[in-house]
């Protein structure tokens, strides 16, 4: 099926740095949706967004939809040793309709370094 | 408190043998959804369900099979013939109306198959 592209695949960071990933798609996505994965456990929605353009953030977490739709960004500032773990991003491309099928990238895996 | 619940956390079985991986969740959502995670792979859809009594294959629907026979209860049976099972299986849910997309994970479910 279709994947999205994510990058980097993985980072080894200093506590307190601020990390960068990203996502991109060949074609126009109308829902970008980030996710964290501790091991052994599900991934917890992050943050969701739904415009082009649109920057959300959630505590040190910030997320940006791109303007020509077909990428995302995720930052995190102020890196602490809990921000371990695998960080995916999703999206739901344009003229999907109503079968919600989600595209997911391959994860960045994040070890930060205390 | 509302969740998915997925159980157990860790289950065993011999080759050749049928076995299922319940779901269940009081989110009150109308979708729900089985992934498989390999390592390294991200996640692959198994099947999905948007409403109950109906669902459809996803990317990697081959050797399982489901059933939607109440709106909080979406169980995988992962049959004798998937040639690997061996995976950590992830259920999630998600609303069906007000235009988001956000899908919402269980803890998830090791499948051991030896």
């Known amino acids: 099926g279709q994947q999205l592209n994510q990058s980097p695949q993985s980072m080894f960071i200093q506590e307190g740095e601020d990390v960068s990933m990203n996502c991109t798609s060949s074609s126009i996505f109308n829902t970008w949706l980030w996710y964290k994965q501790d091991p052994g456990e599900g991934p917890v929605l992050l943050i969701a967004?739904?415009?082009a353009g649109e920057l959300t953030s959630n505590g040190r977490l910030t997320a940006q939809f791109g303007i020509t739709r077909k990428d995302s960004f995720l930052n995190i500032s102020a890196s602490i040793p809990s921000d371990v773990g695998i960080y995916f991003c999703a999206g739901l491309p344009r003229g999907t309709g109503n079968n919600r099928k989600l595209i997911w990238g391959l994860g960045t895996s994040l070890a930060v370094n205390p | 408190d509302g969740g998915i619940t997925q159980s157990p956390k860790y289950l065993f079985r011999k080759e050749g043998q049928n076995v299922t991986l319940s779901c269940e969740q009081n989110l009150n959502h109308d979708a729900m959804y089985w992934y498989r995670q390999d390592p390294g792979q991200g996640l692959r859809l198994i099947y999905y369900?948007?409403?109950?009594?109906?669902?459809q294959k996803g990317d990697i629907a081959e050797g399982y099979s489901v059933s939607r026979e109440k709106k909080e209860s979406f169980p995988l049976t992962v049959t004798s013939a998937q040639k690997n099972p061996t995976a950590f299986y992830l259920c999630?849910?998600?609303?069906?109306?007000?235009?988001?997309?956000?899908?919402?994970f269980g803890p998830g479910t090791r499948l051991t198959v030896t």
């Open positions: 369900s948007q409403i109950v009594n109906d669902f």
């Open positions: 967004l739904y415009k």
């Open positions: 999630a849910s998600s609303p069906r109306t007000g235009g988001k997309y956000e899908q919402y």
